[in-house]
T-cell receptor, first 116, second 109 residues
Framework: NAGVTQTPKFRVLKTGQSMTLLCAQDMNHEYMYWYRQDPGMGLRLIHYSVGEGTTAKGEVPDGYNVSRLKKQNFLLGLESAAPSQTSVYFC???????????????FGAGSRLTVL | AQRVTQPEKLLSVFKGAPVELKCNYSYSGSPELFWYVQYSRQRLQLLLRHISRESIKGFTADLNKGETSFHLKKPFAQEEDSAMYYCALYVQGAQKLVFGQGTRLTINP
Protein backbone atom coordinates (compact mmCIF):
# COMPACT_ATOMS: atom_id res chain seq x y z
CA ASN A 1 0.00 0.00 0.00
CA ALA A 2 1.89 3.05 -1.30
CA GLY A 3 -0.31 5.78 0.21
CA VAL A 4 0.52 9.11 -1.43
CA THR A 5 3.24 9.13 -4.07
CA GLN A 6 4.77 12.28 -5.55
CA THR A 7 6.89 12.47 -8.69
CA PRO A 8 9.45 13.76 -9.29
CA LYS A 9 11.24 14.01 -5.94
CA PHE A 10 13.69 16.62 -7.18
CA ARG A 11 13.72 18.96 -10.15
CA VAL A 12 15.76 21.95 -11.28
CA LEU A 13 14.17 24.34 -13.75
CA LYS A 14 15.23 27.47 -15.52
CA THR A 15 13.07 30.56 -15.30
CA GLY A 16 10.25 30.36 -17.81
CA GLN A 17 10.25 26.58 -18.15
CA SER A 18 7.14 24.57 -17.45
CA MET A 19 6.65 21.36 -15.53
CA THR A 20 4.05 19.18 -13.87
CA LEU A 21 4.17 17.55 -10.47
CA LEU A 22 2.16 14.36 -10.15
CA CYS A 23 0.45 13.17 -6.99
CA ALA A 24 -1.09 9.72 -6.89
CA GLN A 25 -2.98 8.09 -4.01
CA ASP A 26 -4.23 4.54 -3.76
CA MET A 27 -6.52 4.98 -0.75
CA ASN A 28 -9.64 6.01 -2.66
CA HIS A 29 -9.53 9.41 -0.95
CA GLU A 30 -11.95 12.09 -2.10
CA TYR A 31 -9.93 15.14 -1.10
CA MET A 32 -6.50 16.06 -2.39
CA TYR A 33 -4.29 19.05 -1.65
CA TRP A 34 -1.12 20.73 -2.84
CA TYR A 35 0.91 22.70 -0.28
CA ARG A 36 4.22 24.46 -0.52
CA GLN A 37 6.65 24.58 2.39
CA ASP A 38 8.99 27.54 2.77
CA PRO A 39 11.22 28.47 5.72
CA GLY A 40 9.40 30.78 8.11
CA MET A 41 6.19 30.55 6.10
CA GLY A 42 5.05 27.10 7.11
CA LEU A 43 2.75 25.13 4.86
CA ARG A 44 0.61 27.18 2.50
CA LEU A 45 -2.22 25.72 0.47
CA ILE A 46 -1.89 26.22 -3.27
CA HIS A 47 -4.89 24.40 -4.73
CA TYR A 48 -7.10 21.57 -3.63
CA SER A 49 -9.81 19.26 -4.87
CA VAL A 50 -12.88 17.91 -3.11
CA GLY A 51 -13.56 15.27 -5.73
CA GLU A 52 -12.82 14.04 -9.22
CA GLY A 53 -13.24 16.83 -11.76
CA THR A 54 -13.24 19.61 -9.15
CA THR A 55 -10.54 22.06 -8.11
CA ALA A 56 -10.42 25.10 -5.86
CA LYS A 57 -7.91 27.83 -5.08
CA GLY A 58 -6.02 27.91 -1.82
CA GLU A 59 -4.00 30.69 -0.22
CA VAL A 60 -1.27 31.03 -2.88
CA PRO A 61 -2.69 29.86 -6.24
CA ASP A 62 -1.01 32.37 -8.56
CA GLY A 63 1.39 30.85 -11.06
CA TYR A 64 0.01 27.34 -10.62
CA ASN A 65 -2.69 25.27 -12.27
CA VAL A 66 -4.14 21.92 -11.24
CA SER A 67 -6.24 19.14 -12.65
CA ARG A 68 -8.07 16.17 -11.13
CA LEU A 69 -9.19 14.13 -14.11
CA LYS A 70 -8.99 10.88 -12.17
CA LYS A 71 -9.87 10.42 -8.55
CA GLN A 72 -6.47 8.98 -7.68
CA ASN A 73 -4.37 11.67 -9.38
CA PHE A 74 -3.88 15.36 -8.69
CA LEU A 75 -1.52 17.27 -10.98
CA LEU A 76 0.15 20.57 -10.17
CA GLY A 77 1.44 22.56 -13.13
CA LEU A 78 3.80 25.48 -13.42
CA GLU A 79 3.35 27.10 -16.82
CA SER A 80 6.25 29.54 -16.57
CA ALA A 81 8.44 28.85 -13.57
CA ALA A 82 9.82 31.74 -11.51
CA PRO A 83 12.55 31.74 -8.82
CA SER A 84 9.85 32.58 -6.24
CA GLN A 85 8.42 29.12 -6.87
CA THR A 86 11.54 27.45 -5.51
CA SER A 87 10.10 25.41 -2.67
CA VAL A 88 9.27 21.98 -1.36
CA TYR A 89 5.85 20.87 -2.55
CA PHE A 90 3.71 18.46 -0.59
CA CYS A 91 0.67 16.62 -1.78
CA UNK A 92 -1.84 15.30 0.73
CA UNK A 93 -5.12 13.47 0.65
CA UNK A 94 -8.03 12.78 2.96
CA UNK A 95 -10.97 10.38 2.87
CA UNK A 96 -13.45 12.95 4.08
CA UNK A 97 -13.98 15.63 6.66
CA UNK A 98 -16.47 15.44 9.42
CA UNK A 99 -17.38 16.99 12.69
CA UNK A 100 -16.04 14.02 14.60
CA UNK A 101 -12.55 14.85 13.40
CA UNK A 102 -11.95 11.27 12.46
CA UNK A 103 -10.31 12.10 9.19
CA UNK A 104 -6.83 13.44 8.72
CA UNK A 105 -4.39 14.27 5.95
CA UNK A 106 -1.98 11.68 4.58
CA PHE A 107 1.08 13.36 3.10
CA GLY A 108 3.45 12.48 0.31
CA ALA A 109 7.22 12.59 0.74
CA GLY A 110 7.56 15.98 -0.94
CA SER A 111 9.02 17.30 -4.19
CA ARG A 112 11.92 19.73 -4.01
CA LEU A 113 11.82 22.22 -6.87
CA THR A 114 14.55 24.73 -7.64
CA VAL A 115 14.02 27.45 -10.22
CA LEU A 116 17.18 29.18 -11.40
CA ALA B 1 -10.33 35.19 8.07
CA GLN B 2 -8.99 32.02 9.55
CA ARG B 3 -5.39 32.06 10.70
CA VAL B 4 -3.02 29.93 12.74
CA THR B 5 -0.04 31.51 14.47
CA GLN B 6 2.94 29.73 15.95
CA PRO B 7 5.02 32.51 17.48
CA GLU B 8 8.23 30.53 17.92
CA LYS B 9 10.14 29.50 14.79
CA LEU B 10 12.80 27.77 16.88
CA LEU B 11 12.60 26.21 20.33
CA SER B 12 15.46 24.51 22.11
CA VAL B 13 15.18 22.68 25.44
CA PHE B 14 17.25 20.17 27.34
CA LYS B 15 16.37 16.52 27.60
CA GLY B 16 14.10 15.90 30.56
CA ALA B 17 12.83 19.48 30.67
CA PRO B 18 9.21 20.40 30.00
CA VAL B 19 8.35 21.64 26.55
CA GLU B 20 5.49 23.80 25.33
CA LEU B 21 4.90 24.73 21.70
CA LYS B 22 2.49 27.60 21.32
CA CYS B 23 -0.36 27.80 18.84
CA ASN B 24 -2.99 30.51 18.57
CA TYR B 25 -5.82 30.59 16.09
CA SER B 26 -8.32 33.02 14.64
CA TYR B 27 -11.59 31.47 13.48
CA SER B 28 -15.22 32.50 13.63
CA GLY B 29 -16.62 28.99 13.75
CA SER B 30 -16.19 26.06 16.11
CA PRO B 31 -12.51 25.15 15.83
CA GLU B 32 -11.15 21.73 15.04
CA LEU B 33 -7.41 21.71 15.63
CA PHE B 34 -4.53 19.37 14.96
CA TRP B 35 -0.82 19.04 15.58
CA TYR B 36 1.29 17.55 12.79
CA VAL B 37 4.94 16.58 13.11
CA GLN B 38 7.75 16.10 10.62
CA TYR B 39 10.74 14.13 11.88
CA SER B 40 14.00 14.28 9.98
CA ARG B 41 13.75 12.44 6.65
CA GLN B 42 10.17 11.39 7.36
CA ARG B 43 6.81 12.51 6.05
CA LEU B 44 4.51 14.92 7.77
CA GLN B 45 2.20 12.96 10.01
CA LEU B 46 -0.57 13.58 12.46
CA LEU B 47 0.53 13.80 16.07
CA LEU B 48 -2.78 14.49 17.75
CA ARG B 49 -6.14 16.22 17.36
CA HIS B 50 -8.03 18.09 20.02
CA ILE B 51 -11.31 16.28 19.53
CA SER B 52 -9.75 12.96 20.52
CA ARG B 53 -8.38 14.34 23.77
CA GLU B 54 -5.57 11.80 23.59
CA SER B 55 -1.93 11.74 24.58
CA ILE B 56 0.50 10.67 21.88
CA LYS B 57 4.19 10.06 22.65
CA GLY B 58 3.64 11.88 25.92
CA PHE B 59 2.31 15.01 24.21
CA THR B 60 -1.01 16.61 25.07
CA ALA B 61 -2.80 19.68 23.78
CA ASP B 62 -5.81 21.41 25.27
CA LEU B 63 -8.10 23.68 23.34
CA ASN B 64 -8.66 26.96 25.17
CA LYS B 65 -11.43 28.80 23.38
CA GLY B 66 -11.18 31.81 25.66
CA GLU B 67 -7.54 32.37 24.74
CA THR B 68 -7.98 30.88 21.25
CA SER B 69 -5.00 28.64 21.86
CA PHE B 70 -4.04 25.01 21.34
CA HIS B 71 -0.60 24.70 22.89
CA LEU B 72 1.30 21.41 22.69
CA LYS B 73 2.92 20.21 25.90
CA LYS B 74 5.13 17.44 27.15
CA PRO B 75 6.38 17.22 30.73
CA PHE B 76 9.74 15.56 30.00
CA ALA B 77 11.31 16.09 26.59
CA GLN B 78 13.23 13.31 24.88
CA GLU B 79 15.85 13.59 22.16
CA GLU B 80 13.61 11.81 19.66
CA ASP B 81 11.11 14.67 20.01
CA SER B 82 13.36 16.87 17.90
CA ALA B 83 11.32 17.71 14.81
CA MET B 84 9.27 20.33 13.00
CA TYR B 85 5.84 20.81 14.52
CA TYR B 86 2.85 22.36 12.77
CA CYS B 87 -0.43 23.43 14.28
CA ALA B 88 -3.39 23.24 11.89
CA LEU B 89 -7.00 24.39 11.82
CA TYR B 90 -9.76 22.68 9.87
CA VAL B 91 -11.90 25.22 8.00
CA GLN B 92 -15.42 23.87 7.83
CA GLY B 93 -17.32 24.27 4.61
CA ALA B 94 -14.11 24.90 2.66
CA GLN B 95 -12.90 21.43 3.65
CA LYS B 96 -9.26 22.35 4.03
CA LEU B 97 -6.57 22.61 6.65
CA VAL B 98 -4.78 25.88 7.36
CA PHE B 99 -1.34 25.47 8.88
CA GLY B 100 0.77 27.67 11.08
CA GLN B 101 4.33 28.68 10.30
CA GLY B 102 5.80 25.75 12.17
CA THR B 103 8.16 25.46 15.15
CA ARG B 104 11.43 23.59 14.93
CA LEU B 105 11.99 21.87 18.25
CA THR B 106 15.49 20.78 19.22
CA ILE B 107 16.09 18.67 22.29
CA ASN B 108 19.62 19.00 23.59
CA PRO B 109 21.25 16.05 25.40
Amino acid sequence: NAGVTQTPKFRVLKTGQSMTLLCAQDMNHEYMYWYRQDPGMGLRLIHYSVGEGTTAKGEVPDGYNVSRLKKQNFLLGLESAAPSQTSVYFCASSYSWGGTGANVLTFGAGSRLTVL
Amino acid sequence: AQRVTQPEKLLSVFKGAPVELKCNYSYSGSPELFWYVQYSRQRLQLLLRHISRESIKGFTADLNKGETSFHLKKPFAQEEDSAMYYCALYVQGAQKLVFGQGTRLTINP
